[in-house]
């Protein structure tokens, strides 16, 4: 009965103390993250819908009235991924945040 292999109590509370630390370290750091993969995605989604915007024109001769014009013909969707709804001005064909 000596020679039994296994982990005291106090091994075992040192790996989940540090494990704990590790876990206190790597989380605000994800939600940071996911705060700047949604800007990314939204810029991205800026650029891609000012792009079918100027695909409008070259094919209608004209900017359209609104972005919902785009939309099956041109791009899938017209605002962030987020939800956030984009600006568009339609005289100069201007796409923004």
């Given at each position: ?6 982990f ?31 800007d ?58």
């Open positions: 009965m000596k020679n039994e292999k296994g005291t109590l106090v091994e075992m509370l040192v790996v989940l103390m540090i494990i704990s630390i590790l876990l206190l370290i790597a989380i605000p750091n994800m939600s940071r993250n996911n705060e700047v993969a949604a990314k995605g939204c810029e991205a989604t800026v650029k891609l819908v000012q792009a079918q915007v100027y695909s409008y024109k070259f094919e209608k001769k004209s900017y359209p009235d609104n972005l919902s014009k785009l939309y099956p013909d041109f791009v899938d969707r017209y605002e962030c991924p987020d939800g956030s709804s984009l600006n568009y001005n339609k005289e100069s064909g201007q796409v923004s945040k």
